[in-house]
């Protein structure tokens, strides 16, 4: 059997990848978003979800009793300290790995293996340094066995989409960090996934790139809807860009709060110097650094 798209992801890369929320709390703040996901078809549900890494040296356990609720073409940002599992609840996302214990549905169905309905990018763009800017986009086409003639316009659309026009035949070299992960989430989207999962694409670039490419993103994701699962570190970067940001506490990674993002869109840098925008980031900093209360 070929293999999927998100198995391709998954190994270029691999060569690339206290606050105590009691159960009843964390069922409270899943149970907080039925209303918002009642009326729209439900993309991903997960629930009673934990991840324990073994090892010779001993077990971590990466993410206990996570419960999350995510709608079609909803923009999630997940943020929170280094270790508390945000990757590694990105990854069971894209059965990229394995739960210990609890179920992942996705569009009603257990999902056990990888699903080219998924694109997946990752913090470094990991492009081949041997394909053209143009062929690493239609690396996945090729692996699906997808054909390649009727691909090639597609990513050539991508290319230009996400400001490359012009650089298809460039080589990874001969372009920035911020080129090379544009290349990197056009490659994503070349086989038109309808889940986008993104851990972390911005955190190795300066902070004038980053922003761009976080605007740039939004550009793309309200031209081509899709369901965005984005991990950061960036409070201000997760409420930019989310219609929810998920707050999760310290290892083991619970779900500590979800927040709405009422900000309109599209949203501007001048939105991070309002109130409201202020009080979301008091609000998730004090659940993240501070234990702050979880919403009922």
Known sequence: MAPTGSMLFAAVGDVGA????????????SACIRGHVKSRMLKIKIENLSKIYRSRSGHVSALEDVNLDIVQNEFITLVGPSGCGKSTLLKIIGALIRPSRGTL??????LLQPTRDVGIVFQEPVLLP???????????????GLDIAASRPRAMELLKLVGLKGFESSY???????MQQRVALSRALIHDPSVLLMDEPFAALD??????????LLRIWDTHKKTVIFVTHNIVEAILLADRVVAMSPRPGRIAKIVKVDLPRPRTLDMEFTPEFKGYSDEIRSVIYHGGTVAA
């Not at 206290?18 to 703040?29: L, M, P, S, Y």
């Not at 041997?130 to 699906?144: H, K, M, Q, S, Y």
């Open 18 to 29: 206290r606050f105590a929320i009691n159960k009843a709390q964390q069922q409270g703040a």
């Open 105 to 110: 549905h996705y569009d009603g169905k257990t």
């Open 130 to 144: 041997w394909r053209t800017a143009l062929d690493n986009v239609l690396l996945p086409a090729e692996i699906l």
């Open 172 to 178: 990874p070299r001969e372009l920035s960090g911020g």
């Open 207 to 216: 902070a004038m790139t980053r922003e761009e490419l976080g605007f740039e």
